[in-house]
């Protein structure tokens, strides 16, 4: 989770600043979060959301990019012949 929040607070940035980069998609979002925390520890696990929530809105802000947060989901398609 501590590489998550370095990769938020310092490579990220660095990224935006020197790329034109309009969409960032982290996958998995919530998986570190699952792990790292007991499911006693849902006070401490929210705040650490929150937090690299917060990061990723001011950097939004800050560099107009949009963040799209992806974690485990699954889609059944139906009586689709094509995609």
Known sequence: ???QRTCFATRLPILL???P???VV???IAALFRTEFES???IERS???A???KMLQDLCTRYGATVFPLDA???AYTGCERL
Do not use: F, G, N, T
């Open 1 to 3: 989770m501590e590489q």
């Open 17 to 19: 600043q020197r790329a």
């Open 21 to 23: 980069v309009k969409l």
């Open 26 to 28: 982290v996958d998995s």
């Open 40 to 42: 006693s520890e849902y």
């Open 47 to 49: 705040r650490a959301i």
């Open 51 to 53: 937090e690299q929530a």
């Open 73 to 75: 989901s699954s889609i």
